[in-house]
């Protein structure tokens, strides 16, 4: 059992502190909210992830799992600490690192002996470096030479699969120099050692660069199919069989060839402007990445477009209501950050639209993300609540109860025909079949 601190309670910190007690160690998560500690102690969740309460509230009855506001208390007999707090983008698209930079200043002035320091925080290549700097400086201040290593440690979190994500992962990534580190990270990982999970054992600047690399990557194949679906329309081809036909390739493959509304959330959006800023920094702009980049604002702005010319073209949105069903940036979590669901619904209120707005899970956050949408802006009770006084259904986020809706109830409700499914759920037959007039994405 290795004696873990987590510094950070948000969505990467608190999954990683629950999934890492789970594996068996003593961990200790920290963060300054007093009143998210106090709701953590009490086993309530902050955030909505599948699965992440029960794991949370069976670690800390066992007692391998605690929160507290005290990191020198935190601190005390750990083994190894995880840095994972914000690293918000910077004007320039750059990460902050200035949480990261205070976070590990307080505990290189507080550690008694040889401690692991772990980037979880998804941060720029050559951060490990910084965080031996800045530990390092924390010890001269106290007039001692403590020994330390930095490892970098990414995470691959997908939200609202982020708890099966952390205890059945694809790959465990260790960047560190240290022979030492090295082992008392697998000592972490026990759990999935003895699983046999591919371990990839390189060094801080490498493990760094594997993540942003990742989502990078990810994006581009989001942003390639969605640019591949507007050309469908135009041509009159289906974009759901190209991606499928093109997903039977092996080098290829199917995942991330769906298109829709363009992507959003914590991850993609900040870290492709991350790597992108890197590569200016070094003077090697990532042409790829910079196009994906203005691709997916681009699709956004499209789906105003496609929903404006549906209805009739330009003018047909003033006066209309549209009922926009799902706000979240993806089904299972109440994460808007980024969410196409935003910039589209600002979009509609620009052409003076009015809005009847609704998700399972992101309401309390809608509440206070969309407002800057003065006027004509009303949250619904339910989905079919967002249809009262309605003109036309726009389908934003992909959540399960919204792949079986009464469409005959549907239309009886809408003042007009128009139901627009942004992430292709419905079949264009069965839709039209109820009176309603269907626009996908791409088909």
């Not at 030479?145 to 994500?165: K, M, Q, T, W």
């Not at 030492?180 to 600047?205: D, G």
């Not at 926009?324 to 950050?337: I, S």
Request: aromatic share 8%; glycine share 10%; net charge neutral.
């Amino acid at each position: 059992m290795v004696t873990i601190t987590v510094i950070g309670t948000g969505y990467v910190g608190l999954v990683s502190g629950a999934c890492l007690a789970e594996f068996g160690n003593h961990v200790t998560c920290v963060d300054t909210d007093a009143a998210k500690i106090e709701a953590l102690t009490g086993g309530r969740i902050p955030i909505f992830e599948p699965g992440l309460e029960d794991v949370v509230q069976r670690n800390v009855r066992s007692r391998r799992l605690s929160f507290t506001t005290s990191l020198p208390g935190a601190m005390k007999g750990s083994d190894v600490v995880f840095i994972a707090v914000g690293t918000p983008p910077a004007d320039d698209g750059s990460a902050d690192l200035g949480f990261v930079e205070q976070a590990v200043r307080e505990a290189g002035s507080l550690i008694e002996g040889y401690t692991v320091f772990v980037n979880k925080s998804t941060v720029p290549v050559g951060t490990a470096g910084k965080v031996r700097r800045w530990v390092r400086e924390a010890l001269d201040k106290r007039g001692l030479d403590i020994p330390f290593d930095v490892v970098s440690n990414p995470e691959f979190l997908r939200e609202g699969n982020a708890v099966y994500d952390f205890t059945h992962p694809d790959r465990v990534v260790i960047g560190s120099g240290s022979a030492q580190a090295r082992e008392i990270m697998k000592e972490v990982y026990r759990a999935l050692y003895l699983n046999e999970t591919p371990y990839i054992e390189t060094s801080c600047e490498t493990a760094e660069m594997i993540k942003y690399a990742s989502n990078a990557f990810l994006s581009v194949k989001i942003s390639f199919i969605n640019e591949i679906a507007n050309l469908c329309e135009k041509v009159g081809a289906n974009v759901q069989d190209v991606a499928k036909a093109m997903g039977r390739d092996g080098r290829i493959g199917s995942k991330f060839l769906h298109a829709g509304p363009g992507y959003g959330g914590s991850c993609f959006p900040k870290d492709t402007r991350a790597i992108a800023a890197t590569g200016r920094q070094y003077g090697l702009p990532l042409s790829i990445i910079e196009t994906a980049i203005r691709a997916n604002e681009r699709q956004q702005a499209l789906m105003v477009d496609k929903i404006e010319g549906g209805m009739g073209g330009p003018g047909a949105l003033e006066g209309k209501t549209i009922a926009v069903l799902g706000l979240a940036y993806k089904q299972n979590t109440n994460d808007m950050r980024e969410s196409p669901a935003i910039a589209i619904c600002e979009g509609l209120a620009a052409r003076r639209a009015r809005l009847r707005v609704w998700d399972p899970q992101a309401m309390e956050e809608a509440a206070w993300r969309l407002k800057g949408i003065s006027g004509g802006l009303c949250f619904a009770k339910d989905e079919y609540d967002t249809l009262e006084g309605s003109h036309a259904l726009v389908l934003v986020t992909e959540w399960n109860q919204f792949r079986n809706l009464d469409l005959n109830r549907i239309r009886r409700t809408l003042l007009g025909p128009w139901f627009f499914d942004l992430r292709n759920i419905y079949k264009r037959e069965e839709v039209e079949k109820a009176g309603l007039s269907y626009f996908g994405v791409g088909l």
